[in-house]
């Protein structure tokens, strides 16, 4: 007879793979533990026996660069749950901080799209001018907690400078957060900085360090009187 492995089902006494012929029997491929259909409602689940892996990166994503799509599209890709944490919400509006919550998220939507919010979920984070790693960790997963979403088991970020402020971090599970180093520097992609003063200065060169469906969406959403050419206009009026 034609023996098979029951894909996602395991052995409740010793954890290993099943195999079955014709689905009226189950026996396990490693203790050969024999049971009749009933087996089926004895054994485990593997999904369910796995450790749901959540990805959490803090970001400002002034404006969401091809640095942060590459790093998303490793999280969406390796996790189960996406947690993406918009820093510096409800700061003043400079060259610093261009672009308010609203639009960052409908940023992280255009590129991933609308079915997104399944998977990829926004918290927006105020800053608390805060020097000790442990009270921005602490204030980073109180702001998580609060919008009823799972706790991380990973966290994410652009150079070890950034990866610092979660070294050593705990979940609310008491379980240390793997850090993982997406190394921007190992990149030709521009800075935040370096894209915000080449739309400041009304060059064509941030262009090509953005994803290509968000060119005409941070175009228009630069604030028009933080571009040279609006504060040159100005002075001569």
Not at 184 to 206: I, P
Request: proline share 4%; glycine share 8%; aromatic share 8%.
């Amino acid at each position: 007879m034609n023996e098979k492995i029951v894909k996602g089902l395991i052995c409740p006494d010793c954890g290993s793979s099943v195999k079955t012929t014709d689905g009226s029997w189950f026996e396990c491929t490693n203790c050969r533990k024999i049971e009749s259909t009933d087996f089926k409602f004895k054994i485990k689940n593997v999904k369910e026996e796995e450790e749901e892996q959540v990805a959490f990166a803090m970001v400002r994503q002034q404006p969401l660069t091809n640095g942060h799509f590459n790093m998303y599209s490793e999280m969406v890709r390796d996790n189960d749950v996406v947690i993406i944490g918009l820093g510096s919400v409800g700061a003043p509006e400079d060259i610093l901080n261009p672009f308010n919550e609203v639009k960052r998220t409908e940023f992280i939507r255009k590129v991933f799209g609308k079915n997104s919010k399944d998977k990829i979920k926004i918290v927006p984070i105020r800053d608390i001018g805060a020097v000790r790693e442990g009270d921005w960790q602490g204030h980073c997963m109180k702001m998580i907690d609060g919008k009823n979403l799972p706790t991380p088991t990973r966290y994410y970020a652009g150079s070890d400078t950034d990866l610092h402020w979660f070294k050593g971090a705990k979940n609310i599970n008491g379980k240390y957060i793997e850090l993982i180093n997406v190394n921007r520097h190992e990149t030709n992609f521009l800075s935040g900085t370096m894209v915000r003063q080449s739309l400041a200065m009304g060059t064509k060169e941030w262009e090509t360090q953005v994803p290509r469906c968000l060119v005409g969406l941070i175009r228009e959403s630069f604030p028009e009187r933080l571009t040279l050419k609006y504060n040159q206009e100005k002075k001569l009026r």
